[in-house]
């Protein structure tokens, strides 16, 4: 009976031991997690600066492309009027 019982004890020291060493790879992995989490959330202020400023950039040249293309339909415009009239002679 007493070398069932040790045999027992044996086999739950051996698990507890396996227990322990998961939880400390699961313990590293939410400390390594944790410190991600906190690298991020002390650079979200600078990245939302600079995606605001990347924004109004991008949007400065979208309106500048707007005016070209403006000015491009105007210039192919004059010159198909000047091709038609050329043409028509």
């Known amino acids: 009976m007493e070398k069932n019982?040790?045999?027992?004890?044996s086999l739950i020291d051996i698990e507890l031991n396996d227990m322990k060493t998961s939880l400390t790879h699961?313990?590293?992995?939410v400390?390594?997690?944790?410190?991600?989490?906190?690298?991020m959330e002390?650079?979200?202020y600078?990245?939302?600066?600079?995606?605001?400023?990347m924004n109004?950039?991008?949007?400065?040249r979208d309106s500048d492309s707007i005016v070209l293309n403006k000015r491009l339909f105007n210039v192919e415009s004059s010159v198909e009027k000047l091709l038609?009239?050329?043409n028509s002679l």
């Open 31 to 39: 400390s390594d997690i944790k410190s991600c989490t906190k690298r």
């Open 42 to 44: 002390e650079n979200v």
């Open 5 to 9: 019982t040790n045999k027992r004890f």
């Open 56 to 60: 109004d950039k991008v949007e400065k």
């Open 46 to 53: 600078e990245d939302v600066i600079i995606l605001k400023v």
């Open 26 to 29: 699961v313990e590293s992995e």
């Open 84 to 86: 038609d009239q050329q």
